[in-house]
């Protein structure tokens, strides 16, 4: 155990933390975007697995990164239209309806990659950029500021997105759709153009997390997530729908995930007990969640498909 507590050990953790957290933040905070407007989509792991998938292809045929991250975010993009369409537009029960989409993204990323892949094929992952000056800060520049531009992207978003939410009149719509969206109405609010517009933002994200989650080691397998996905969901409600809460949240899963896998590869976890230790990140984000989350209300219409007049 004590190897583990050394500095060059514990700078790598927290870094490695960082990056693994950055997939999951990222789809929580398009979940959060949309759960905040009404709806609640549990396709995000299905759309992270197309999206990755896209991504993936994207850049074993091209070479090009940067486009493969906009196709993996396009792949989100559509995915939200599609969820749009069928949890506003049709009023689907949105629990049904995110499952399906769920199942689809799992199987059809998995059909793609046999018919188009078939053996994994490594690819380039992204290099991690020093900031200059920061990165030389003793202790926190090692951990910090030698991240990849998705690593950044993710935590940059955090108060862009608490910005719009609560300082924005788009935002105030959006707080007004979850909340009460029958008032909304009343005094101008197009509940279903916003409640649109937030599936679309989230599925995009969603989409960018699958691109970061793929580009974090470069290869693709099936079921890439292993349904993780669902904890980006779960980080929304630990989160208590803020950005803050699930970025806390998100980092929290991506240290435990970061500390059972070095951990494993210092011999601390014994290989007899690596498939429960595994458990762990999940366990672990669980518990918190049923601690945390319970002292907050959720948005009153959430999972509430809203008629007009109804």
């Keep these: ?11 790598a953790t927290v870094a490695s933390a960082l990056g693994l957290a950055a997939p999951f933040l990222l789809a ?13 989509n549990l396709g995000v792991d299905g759309i992270m697995l197309l999206s990755a998938f896209t991504t993936y292809f994207t850049a074993l045929k091209t070479g090009n990164l940067l486009f493969a991250v906009l196709v993996g975010m396009g792949t989100g993009a559509v995915m939200g239209i599609v969820t749009a ?9 949105q629990g049904i309806s995110g499952i399906g989409v769920y199942l689809f993204g799992l199987g059809f990323s998995d059909l793609m990659f046999i018919k188009l892949v078939g053996t ?4 380039n992952s992204l290099n991690p950029i020093n900031i200059p000056l920061l990165d030389r800060i003793p202790a926190v520049g090692g951990m910090f500021f030698k991240q990849t531009i998705l690593v950044y992207v993710a935590f940059l978003l955090v ?3 608490t910005f719009v939410l609560n300082r924005t009149t788009f935002g105030m719509k959006v707080r007004a759709s979850g909340e009460n969206p029958a008032a909304a109405d ?9 409640r649109w517009s937030t599936v679309l933002i989230g599925c995009t994200l969603a989409g960018l997390a699958g691109a970061a989650l793929l580009l974090y080691d470069g290869i693709f397998q099936e079921n890439l997530t292993q349904s993780e996905g669902f904890i980006a969901v779960a980080l929304v409600y630990f989160g208590a729908w803020r950005p803050t809460g699930v970025m806390g949240g998100s980092v929290l899963y991506g240290l435990t ?9 210092l011999g601390i976890i014994p290989l007899s007990a690596s498939d429960l230790a595994a458990t762990a990140p999940a366990v672990i984000t669980i518990l918190a969640l049923l601690t945390i989350a319970r002292r907050f209300r959720q948005p009153a219409a959430l999972g509430k498909p809203y008629e007009r007049g109804g």
């Design 1 to 11: 155990m004590s190897q583990f507590f050394t500095y060059a050990v514990l700078t």
């Design 28 to 40: 929580a905070l398009g979940e959060t975007v949309g759960q905040r407007s009404g709806v609640i």
């Design 120 to 123: 994994p094929l490594p690819i």
């Design 85 to 93: 369409f069928i949890s506003v537009t049709l009023k689907a029960e």
């Design 186 to 194: 009343s005094v101008g609010v197009n509940v279903a153009r916003i």
């Design 159 to 161: 108060p862009v997105v």
């Design 257 to 265: 995930i970061a500390v059972v896998l070095e951990w494993k590869s």
